[in-house]
């Protein structure tokens, strides 16, 4: 005999109370009150903090210049982008999807821009005008 939850989740479906129009405030608020937490630095790392005036001062090359250049050069959908330290040195790590289901991860010097590496199957099906 196969048992489901379904009957059960009907049930406790039909028994729920539709929450007030004050609970229903406080989910968005909760959730913005998260997100600035999580995206405020630790007090003990200013490098983070310092972020949008290093770009505006030169001292890193914005993300979108990155991301026009690897559009103009690879064809693919970018999964996730990084902005990591390592060893001093600050480093745009972008994942890309190519049009074969490949995924190639490039690696840019932040302040200069270079790619400085990229690893991946099949990277050469992702270059444009082959």
Partial sequence: MLHS?????????????????????????LAALL??????PAPADDYWRDLPERVRDGKLVP???ILDWLEARYIGQVLEVELERDDGQ???EIEMLGPQGQVVDFAFDAASGELIGMEGVNINGMRRGK
């Fill in 90 to 92: 600050s480093v745009y």
């Fill in 5 to 29: 939850c379904s009957a059960w989740h009907a049930v406790t479906m039909m028994t729920r109370r539709l929450p007030s129009p004050a609970s229903r405030l406080r989910l968005p608020v």
């Fill in 63 to 65: 993300l979108p210049e």
């Fill in 35 to 40: 997100v600035l937490l999580a995206a405020s």
